[in-house]
């Protein structure tokens, strides 16, 4: 059974680093093949994916956040861990980490997700 | 493109069937996944592939794809189907996720 759960703070101010961490099990990510995705949602708004690392410390980003963004694996812990950088009140969401299981990086299962406020 | 466009909301009778429709250009080049996501909860895997439903999903949600549109059909829609759902998919380089902008449905 796959599961993973986020972790990190739920009230971080403006201009701040955000630092989350997801932890695993049921998969290994140094197995070919694997993945590990991060994807927030506003509330009330839509999905929005954010950064995926697979087995080969292949990393990948969103286009429009890759400035802010950085992803890294321990694979040895069975964590990945996302940083965001100039942190702004828009950036106030729930952010989700997914498991997925090739290299197109779509998510197939998913965390319970946290909530992070960004305000001063 | 860069984008998978969704309806933002469609109603279905109960027992009835609706289909819920992705569109983009890499979707002539890409498969689709679909997600279920209920208030206050996670999204779930329904479809990936186009049309491969994991054991878990009952057999009423089915995937299909015609050109650049993927389509998620619930046949015979029960009052629990209601929830928001989202396609996701590669871009035209295959190096990142989309995500549609997600469907409501709603039971009457």
């Known amino acids: 059974q796959i599961t993973l759960k986020e972790s990190g703070p739920t009230l971080v101010k403006p201009t701040q680093t955000l630092t989350l961490t997801c932890t695993f099990s049921g998969f290994s990510l140094s197995t070919s093949g694997m993945g590990v995705g991060w994807i927030r949602q506003p509330p009330g708004k839509a999905l929005e994916w954010l950064a995926l690392?697979?087995?080969?410390?292949?990393?990948r980003y969103s286009p429009s956040l890759k400035s802010r963004l950085t992803i890294t694996k321990d694979t040895s812990k069975d964590q990945v861990v996302l940083t965001l950088t100039n942190l702004d009140p828009v950036d106030t969401a729930t952010y989700y980490c997914?498991?997925?299981?090739?290299?197109?990086?779509?998510?197939?299962?998913w965390g319970l997700g946290t909530l992070v406020t960004v305000a001063s | 493109s860069s984008e998978l466009t969704q309806d933002p909301a469609v109603s279905v009778a109960l027992g009835q069937t609706v289909r819920i429709t992705c569109q983009g250009d890499s979707l002539r080049i890409y498969s689709a996944n679909w997600y279920q996501q209920k208030p206050g909860q996670a999204p779930i895997l329904v479809i990936y592939y186009e049309n491969i439903r994991p054991s878990e999903i009952p057999a009423r949600f089915s995937g299909s794809s015609s050109g650049d549109t993927a389509s998620l059909t619930i046949t015979g829609a029960q009052a629990e189907d209601e929830a928001d759902y989202y396609c996701?998919?590669?871009?035209?380089?295959?190096?990142?996720?989309?995500f549609g902008g997600g469907t409501k449905v709603t039971v009457l």
């Open positions: 997914a498991h997925s299981p090739t290299v197109a990086g779509l998510p197939s299962t």
């Open positions: 996701a998919s590669r871009d035209s380089s295959g190096n990142h996720v989309l």
């Open positions: 690392i697979l087995w080969d410390d292949d990393k």
